[in-house]
């Protein structure tokens, strides 16, 4: 699998955020770092996110992508929406209950010319697990399936 990268591009504070490759725990600092940021952006009207390139995504991204949508809900008064053009990836965030926090489309999202790469922050082991934990958490918190499914995950996170 491809080594994931989080790109994004911004137009009249319109933003698309592209998920490429195997995204993973790794990235959760860059992802996290970059929704503070763009959320923050007094320009900030809007916000797309593209899963078509996405080969692999784990339950950390997920949770932050939620955290995203839960945010842009509350200081926005909108839900984002999220563009998934694999069948498995469409199950998996829905699976998660995603419907309830963005417009899903199952099509191919706009190219846009100008996107480019976020560069990675690294993140300290400590920093990165309290990032895991909240993005857990901010998952079960969608469902009672994610939080029987994540349950014991979070009893070795928070005891660990």
Not at 14 to 34: F, H, K, M, P, S
Not at 74 to 89: L, Q, V
Not at 111 to 129: F, M
Request: proline residues 2%; aromatic residues 6%.
């Amino acid at each position: 699998m491809e080594e994931g990268q989080i790109l994004a591009a911004c137009q009249d504070g319109a933003y698309v955020i592209r998920l490429t490759g195997d995204v993973r725990l790794t990235l959760c600092t860059t992802i996290d770092d970059y929704f503070q940021r763009m959320l923050d952006s007094p320009d900030f009207a809007s916000v797309w996110v593209d899963l078509c390139d996405v080969q692999g995504i784990d339950s950390t991204t997920l949770g932050l992508l939620a955290k995203l949508a839960l945010e842009v809900r509350e200081r926005y008064g909108f839900m984002p929406a999220i563009y998934s053009c694999d069948p498995g990836i469409t199950r998996l965030i829905r699976s998660m209950g995603f419907q309830r926090l963005f417009e899903i489309h199952e099509d191919v999202c706009n190219q846009l010319a100008d996107i480019h790469s976020i560069p990675v922050v690294e993140g300290s082991e400590a920093a990165v697990r309290e990032k895991v934990i909240e993005a857990h958490r901010v998952l079960m918190g969608i469902s009672d399936e994610n939080r029987a499914r994540f349950k014991d995950l979070m009893v070795a996170l928070e005891h660990g």
